[in-house]
């Protein structure tokens, strides 16, 4: 170990003991839920209480319902829990001066709006329980801007305890404590029951080698400065149980958001509700960089606005290998793949065997419905993004851990926006499967599909059922133009026998040139009249979509809240 871990562990140690904070601030009682809140003045402050964090809970999971909407606070006590506020003319000038490792169950951190940006990299490594969630909080100004923390110049402080390994990893991250600074920790303990929400988080990024980028630095308190690592994020979670995350703005970063898990069932991340985030502008270019990287189990991402990530990026916009997984409710906007369902890979063997509360692999389901996807070309490696990837094939991990099964992707709005080229394939691929251990069946069932032309005077692309290979069965879909079959004849080996993807299955594609109802296409509002024949798909869906009640919502999806 270098002498900056060494360095930065044994201050957070001492900084434990002596509850370090805000040059003798103290919290205030705890207040009232964020909705409810009147944040006033500083207040009085008052010594830390005598307790301390459990860093001894090992929990045991429990299969995966899709039911959860995030950890909350219903059972926290009128005035249980302390209330640390953060900012101008509050007790704490600046994040690192909250005693992080103090946090308790029901406890705030509010961190409230300014016109300079914050540039602490926090860390917070503590857990809440069942119903007493810990809340991390930004407090928006009147005109509901979001707190704002620029990674461009970070500090980290070593009074965090954090894991060697994660030091300078994101803005804002969540993982284990270290062993110096909490040596009362036991193996399989994991940060959870927490609530992140309403901040901006930009410019937590590593420059590419060799661009023309610039160099971000990220430093830890008293060592000299220190350019961010290539992978890092503006939230990275490396490991975390039950977390909230709601109502931020991540841009220019790395990766916009990240989640890993390691170490069987000891470090392995579970339970997260993602909701009402914007996300976009995120990568550096290089193909390991996305807007939105996540590996878990237990995943439902819900009404969230990711838009285009950066420029020329070899990386995609959204890149997820959970495990029991629903998207819902989402716009996604560009990249090589909309959204990359690829296999389960750092905690792969145990992720793969896992089973939801139903009895079946999580690893054989996806859920993916009413979101709005857009399909825009040219990209690094397609003429058109793929809207749904789907598995590594033999090019990453262990192919024993691939996926298979079922993709259930019902009641999504789909658009594809690009010039047609007569002289060259120009399709923008629905579903792209990689594997071919086992048999998948991707159903397609209640969507609309529009083409269109990027410049006047020139025709849409056309869709593709398939990449290369799979089963399709598109049930009662509407689409403004004949869908093919195959995007390319592969010629790596990847046409398994018994995969043909020949056309098959796609009979209940409607081809139609009605007005798809769009309220405002040329402006790019592609949200829908009541009058959109989208609503006349009326397909029925297979038991497993009722019996886990993820029915079509019928909702739109949000517009970006920068």
Known sequence: MNGRYVFATALAAACLLAACGGGGFAPAAH??????????????????PKKTPDFTTVEKPVPWDYTSTGPD???????????????????????????????????????????????????????????????????????????????????QYASQGMDPYEICAGMISIGLPSSTAVPQQVYGYTPGYIIVENFEVENAFGKYPGSNQPV?????????????AEFVAGLYIDPAQHLLIKNNYFH???????????????HQSRDFYVTDNTITDNGNGEASQHNYYFELVGERVIHNYFGPPIAHTQGENIKDRSVCVEYADNYIDSGNNLIAFRDPQSNG???WHQMDAYG???????????????????????????????GDGVVEGDPQNNRFGVVYFYNNVVIAIGNKDPYGLKSAPVFQNA???????????????????QTKGHQGPPFAACYWQQYVNF????????????????????????????????????????????????????????????????????????????????????????
């Open 73 to 155: 606070r219903s059972a926290c006590r009128a005035n249980e829990g302390l209330t640390y506020r953060v900012g101008p003319g509050q007790a704490y000038p600046e994040p690192h001066d909250v005693p992080w490792l103090r946090l308790l169950p029901c406890d705030t951190v509010l961190i409230y709006w300014r016109a300079q940006a914050y540039t602490d990299a926090i860390y917070i490594a503590v857990r809440g329980k069942n119903h007493k969630a810990i809340a991390v909080e930004g407090v928006m100004n009147k005109s509901g801007q979001r707190p704002l923390f620029d990674g461009s110049h970070a500090m």
């Open 349 to 351: 063997d145990y992720e």
């Open 475 to 562: 049930t009662s879909d509407w689409a403004s133009r004949k869908i093919q079959t195959k995007y390319a004849t592969a010629t790596d080996g990847n046409d398994a026998v018994g995969t043909p993807c020949d056309g098959s299955g796609m009979s209940g594609i409607n081809v139609s040139k009605a007005n798809p109802g769009f309220v405002d296409f040329a402006h790019g509002d592609f949200h829908l009249t009541p009058s959109s024949p989208f609503y006349t798909l009326k397909g029925s869906l297979p038991a497993p979509i009722a019996q886990r009640h993820l029915q079509p919502t019928n909702g739109s999806y949000p517009t970006p809240s920068p």
């Open 360 to 390: 079946t692999q999580c690893a054989s389901q996806l859920y993916v419905h009413d979101n709005t996807f857009v399909s825009r070309g040219p990209t690094e490696f397609q003429a058109m993004s793929v809207i749904d990837g789907f």
């Open 252 to 266: 220019n970063n790395g990766l916009g958001a990240f989640t890993n898990s390691l170490d069987g069932s000891h």
């Open 435 to 453: 594997n071919q251990l086992k048999p998948t069946t991707f159903y397609a069932i209640n969507n609309l599909f529009y083409s269109a032309p």
């Open 216 to 228: 971000y630095t990220c430093t830890v308190s008293g060592q000299p400065v220190k350019p961010w």
């Open 31 to 48: 207040q009232a839920p964020s909705a409810m809140r009147a944040h006033a003045a500083a207040p009085t402050p008052y010594p830390l």
